[in-house]
């Protein structure tokens, strides 16, 4: 579980950089909740990246870059 805690929060943090997490990040945050959802929602469709709410593989691309 620690490898997939450190992804979604890995994610989370790469969102907030690019503006799809527009809010502060505290150590007892949900990792994945209804905020994180919608902004990975935005940014999938906002970048053609197939909108289904799952960090994939596309998604993680564009985080990435």
Known sequence: ???QDARR???MLL????GYYPYEIWSGDKL???KMEAGL??????HNLGVD???GNA???F???
């Open 1 to 3: 579980y620690e490898y």
């Open 9 to 11: 929060q890995a994610a």
């Open 15 to 18: 969102m907030k950089d690019k």
């Open 32 to 34: 994945f909740g209804p």
């Open 41 to 46: 929602r935005e940014m999938q469709a906002d």
């Open 53 to 55: 709410g799952i960090i």
């Open 59 to 61: 998604s993680w691309n």
């Open 63 to 65: 985080l990435l870059k």
